[in-house]
């Protein structure tokens, strides 16, 4: 092979490289078509030398070993000479002049004669890749990787690497799949697909998922038959499990393109659902994370599909991990009237319930995670008013002992009992002395919280067991309290072995330890970090801190503040001290705040949210003054400390965006109004509200109490950082500000308001739109409008904007009666605002509507009807089954509906002990038998298929069908029509995984005839006696008879050539056309 190719190819460069000299603009085409010639060449022998290494490999490694250098000598210099004949095409294409006539070559001939072509990516993902080439046209790459997939016979692994190299490419170059011709990318993705390999088939979804852009590639991906390849694949068993994973990404790849789900087949989502039906199969829980998706973009398609059984089954049996997600999928529906009546009223969401009340159902686990679904339903106004429909309600009480002094594995205490006794009954001290004196109780507590005991301090890091550290400071925040727990606490030796361990971390200290108790993994990994919120309770008390630097606690932080090497230990202290008192803490924190890193300064200005002992706001780091901004709006929500910093006049103009949430807060004085009004802030800002902000700030606010309401951390066993503070967390337990709120603080915002007519805009919005629910976008309008009006009404110079219009009945009637329960939730926070003012409180009274006050008569902005079943007042409403529901032509497989089939007839074997009354009445029955195929093998075929639905019948019916496949050779399983119509049953109706399954009966070929839309070359076959002989048409007028009584088919969609695919007027492969023209003389010869 080296000796014939060496003479040749050196002289066909030589030429081209002649060629290259040539400026003569006519020779440049005949310069590009040769070079690409030459590439052509290479690449063939580049893949005949692959071939040739395959083929070595299997053969002994002695044998060829000579021959393996030479493949591979001959290998590399291909690749050497690809990779110089591709830059020679580059440069050439960047020469050569834009031609007047357009020359379409066979790379152009793959895209849209208007398809962009993106631009070259500078990122690289491999530099052996061969179509990685820093110059390369990725269309270019793109044809070359299309032709190598045209080659057949390869080993899997061949098709792997070309499918992922595609990959790679859309990756790279994510424009690129929007000028893919689906008649040449479709016909590649049809052959993976239909492989014998599993990893090829994989390989086939990976690959077409990427190139999928928009709604209309779905289309063309559907309308090459995909859905029968992914129903086959989903119920294969789990030696295919990489296939059916990439089938299913494939699926929920639809679920995240725009209007997608409307390509999304019946099929497939009854696929979908019976997996999930499966407790033991490995993609039920993605495939209850699809069906929950599907429920929330079309409830429609689920339903008919049978997909919110399984999704109602998880959340009873508690056997789906997170029921939280499930549970919002529920009450999103629930929300609204239109989607709403597609659930069960009182069973969707009652099921959370039933891990409480089974009692078969008896892990702990279960009832906590069925407990926190149940909690966040309570937790959202669709839940709220659903679970309160009927009324539920459960009262449950445990009294059990602490069990500390019967025990000392403090495993066996009740802690919740422990925290009360701690902080109830031994706060006082003469109950604490007889606790110390005449019992082991805090004995045990205090041994337990010893660091060298190794009790606490070994203690696992996690969300449960951060409540022996609230303990602990609950413990030393008792023993400060009176004069006995002082003197216990200053002469017990848990102080002095803390004392120690921190003297482990000071380099200056002398002490040191193979294992510091305070390291940084121990910190991380157990409870060690749990003691410094104990130092921190210590500190805020005189008492405390002179036992602190008995100990000389305070030198070794001085020192450990120093260290660079140890943030986590520093954030640790700063975070845990209470600087409420003159003392060491606040010069520790002033020393961070001035010397330390920015991490440190972040962490230090965070710290002083409570005490705001210094200004941060011109820090040279744009996120310290972000931190400090936060803190001082937060203090403004106290009257002195908002009119101190107004007086102030901060400059806050170097901060932009970041400043704005602290001026809205100024609003609030006069001082502050007239300061922002000589800025020109209020006008703009004002406009700004009223255009647009109003709208936005719903959605701001619905975050707000949806974390409000919402748990802060989980408390499943993942560890907690104690070195970060979540100050977020904290801030959102206020209410975002709003505009119109501060602006009618003063006068001068009343008259303002009053001026510019805006509250009149809002009462006649909500009187105007207050009550349809079928428009998103003008239900937001009105809660903005709501939001406004309570602000306003909220203040007590603002309330009287209430008294001009009827726009507080108006909201009342919206909580009581609208139909979306978030509606009836935001007015019902509304209400609450406009009840913190007398006059909005008289107005409320007047309505039926209580508010709740404190003993002074101020109201606390609580507001419910005197009748609570006014609120409440949700009905059930009603119900869209299943049956009644129409599927979109485009959610269908197979379009034409399966007849009803009525009654199944007595077997013979009953009939031959009836009367002949009944068995006259069984000939009628088989009288109006509905037939679903004129061919008897077929229409029992078809019957036991139906019967694999049913529980009792599955056994006989799938033990008839091996016996017609393996002992009869039914025909029918060779035929790709009742392949299509076995789709169709199983489409339309209910079946288990176990039934799906039964359709790997079929023969492969037959999937492959479907896909490719051959049913007619087959149908040809069978009349001129294809397939064995096993179907004999004696009449074919009967048999053109039967094809046009068949109402079960899909019509001529498989005739004639202006129904055919895009797949078949556009392929031009000679060797399929060659291949088919072979089997139709064949078989007419045989005939």
């Not at 972000?626 to 107004?646: D, P, S």
Request: net charge negative; glycine share 6%.
């Amino acid at each position: 092979m080296a000796p014939s190719r060496a003479g040749s190819r050196p002289d066909l460069f030589t030429n081209l490289e002649k060629l290259d000299e040539l400026d003569d603009d006519g020779l440049a085409q005949q310069t590009l078509a040769a070079l690409r010639d030459a590439l052509s060449r290479e690449m063939k022998i580049k893949e005949g030398s692959e071939n040739m290494l395959e083929a070595l490999n299997t053969k002994k490694a002695k044998q060829t070993k000579e021959q393996r250098q030479r493949v591979e000598a001959e290998l590399n210099s291909s690749n050497i000479r690809i990779k110089d004949l591709r830059q020679k095409i580059s440069d050439a294409q960047r020469s050569k002049a834009t031609p007047t006539t357009p020359i379409r070559s066979r790379t152009e001939d793959m895209f849209s004669r208007n398809g962009l072509r993106s631009p070259p990516s500078a990122s690289r993902s491999g530099a052996d890749s061969p179509f990685e080439e820093p110059t390369e046209s990725p269309t270019f790459a793109l044809a070359e990787i299309l032709q190598a997939l045209e080659v057949e016979g390869m080993a899997p692994e061949y098709y792997v690497a070309r499918a992922n190299n595609l990959v790679d490419l859309f990756k790279r170059y994510p424009t690129l799949k929007y000028d893919l011709v689906w008649s040449v990318f479709g016909l590649r993705m049809q052959v993976m697909l239909l492989s014998e390999s599993r990893e090829v088939v994989a390989a086939g979804y990976r690959m077409t998922r990427y190139a999928m852009s928009d709604a209309s590639s779905l289309k063309k991906i559907r309308t090459l038959n995909t859905d029968y390849i992914v129903v086959s694949s989903l119920i294969k068993d789990r030696k295919a499990d990489l296939e059916r994973e990439q089938a299913l990404k494939f699926v929920r790849a639809f679920l995240d393109i725009k209007d997608g789900i409307r390509e999304v087949s019946r099929a497939v989502v009854r696929t979908v659902a019976a997996i999930a039906e499966q407790p033991e199969d490995r993609l039920r829980p993605i495939c209850l994370e699809t069906l929950a998706e599907i429920l929330v973009k079309d409830p429609r398609l689920l339903l008919a599909s049978g997909g919110l059984s399984p999704l109602s089954e998880a959340l009873a049996e508690g056997s789906y991990k997170a029921p939280e997600s499930l549970t919002a999928a529920f009450l999103f529906l629930l929300d609204v009237p239109r989607k709403r009546k597609y659930l069960r009223a009182g069973y969707e969401l009652e099921v959370l319930f039933t891990a409480f009340t089974d009692h078969f159902l008896t892990n702990e686990a279960i009832l906590k995670q069925n407990s926190k679904a149940v909690a966040s339903s309570l937790k959202t106004w669709s839940g709220l008013m659903n679970l309160s429909m009927f009324d539920f309600r459960a009262i449950r009480q445990l009294l059990i002992d602490s069990g500390v002094l019967s025990h000392s594995n403090y495993t066996k205490w009740n802690w919740e009992v422990v925290l009360k006794i701690i902080e109830g009954p031994l706060v006082n001290g003469k109950r604490l002395e007889e606790a110390i004196k005449a019992s082991k109780f805090i004995k045990r507590m205090m041994s337990f919280y010893r660091p060298f005991k190794y009790k606490f301090s070994e203690i696992k890091n996690t969300r449960n067991t951060q409540r022996y550290v609230r303990v602990g400071c609950a413990l030393m925040h008792t023993l400060l309290q009176s004069p006995q727990g002082i003197a216990y606490l200053a002469d017990n030796k848990l102080l002095r072995q803390v004392a120690e361990c921190l003297a482990q971390c000071d380099p200056t200290s002398g002490l040191t330890a193979q294992f510091p108790m305070f390291s940084k993994d121990r910190l991380t990994d157990t409870l060690c970090g749990g003691y410094f919120p104990m130092l921190g309770v210590l500190s805020g008390d005189p008492k405390g801190l002179q036992m602190l630097d008995r100990w000389r606690m305070f030198n070794m932080m001085y020192h450990i503040v120093d260290l660079k090497q140890r943030p986590d230990l520093i954030k640790l202290l700063l975070t845990n001290f209470d600087y409420t008192l003159q003392g060491h803490p606040r010069v520790l924190l002033s020393k961070a705040l001035t010397a330390g890193t920015k991490d440190i300064r972040i962490h230090a200005t965070n710290a002083l949210r409570k005490y705001a002992t210094s200004p941060r706001l011109y820090d040279p780091d744009v996120e310290v003054c972000a931190t400090a901004v936060k803190i001082l709006e937060k203090a403004c929500n106290t009257k002195n400390y908002l009119e101190y910093i107004v007086e102030c006049r901060p400059a806050l103009d170097h901060l932009g965006e970041i400043g704005a949430p602290l001026l809205l807060r100024f609003l609030s004085t006069s001082i502050g109004y007239h300061y922002l009004d000589g800025l020109d802030y209020i006008s703009n800002e004002m406009d700004d509200w009223f255009l647009g902000r109003n709208d936005t700030y719903v959605g701001v606010i619905e975050a707000s109490l949806a974390r409000a309401f919402g748990e802060t951390a989980e408390d499943q066993s993942h560890r907690v950082s104690l070195f970060e503070e979540e100050p977020d967390l904290e801030a959102d337990s206020h209410v975002p500000p709003h505009f119109y709120r501060e602006l009618t603080r003063t006068q001068e915002g009343c008259k303002l308001l009053r001026d510019k007519g805006h509250f009149d805009e809002f009462a006649t919005t909500i009187r105007d739109y207050g009550m349809q629910y079928d428009d998103r976008e003008l239900m937001t309008k009105v809660k903005g409008s709501m939001w406004a009006v309570g602000n306003v009404g909220s203040m007590e110079l603002g309330a009287p904007f209430l008294e001009s219009c009827d726009v507080v009945e108006r909201i009342i009637k919206i909580a009581e009666t609208h139909e979306v329960m978030s509606l009836r939730g935001t007015a019902f926070f509304v209400l609450g605002l406009i009840s913190r003012s007398v006059h909005g409180l008289e107005i409320l009274s007047e309505q039926g509507w209580d508010s709740n006050t404190n003993t002074l008569g101020a109201s606390l902005g609580f507001c419910i009807p005197s009748d609570l079943s006014k609120f409440f007042s949700l009905k059930p409403w009603k119900h869209e089954t299943a049956t009644s529901v129409v599927v979109a032509d485009t959610q269908k497989t197979e379009t034409v509906e399966p007849p009803a089939m009525p009654s199944r007839p007595r077997s013979e074997s009953l009939l031959a002990v009836l009367t002949d009354d009944l068995i006259a009445g069984s000939a009628d029955m088989h009288e109006h038998q509905v037939v679903l195929d004129p061919d008897p093998t077929n229409q029992k075929i078809l019957e036991l298929y139906i019967d694999l639905g049913n529980s009792v019948l599955f056994n006989r019916a799938r033990n008839e069908l091996l016996q017609l496949k393996q002992q009869k050779k039914a025909p029918g399983f060779r035929q790709p029509q009742m392949f299509r119509k076995v789709i169709s049953l199983m489409e339309s109706r209910h079946f288990r995984l176990n039934g799906r399954r039964m359709l790997e009966l079929f023969e492969r070929s037959v999937l492959r005839q479907v896909v490719f839309d051959e049913e007619s070359d087959s149908e040809e076959e069978d009349e001129m006696g294809g397939g064995g002989g096993s179907r004999i048409v004696e009449d074919p007028e009967e048999y053109d008879e039967d094809d046009d009584s068949d109402d079960f088919e899909r019509g001529d969609e498989s005739s004639g050539d202006e129904q055919r695919t895009e797949r078949q007027r556009s392929v031009s492969d000679a060797a399929d056309l060659e291949r088919s023209n072979t089997v139709r003389r064949a078989t007419v010869s045989t005939t």
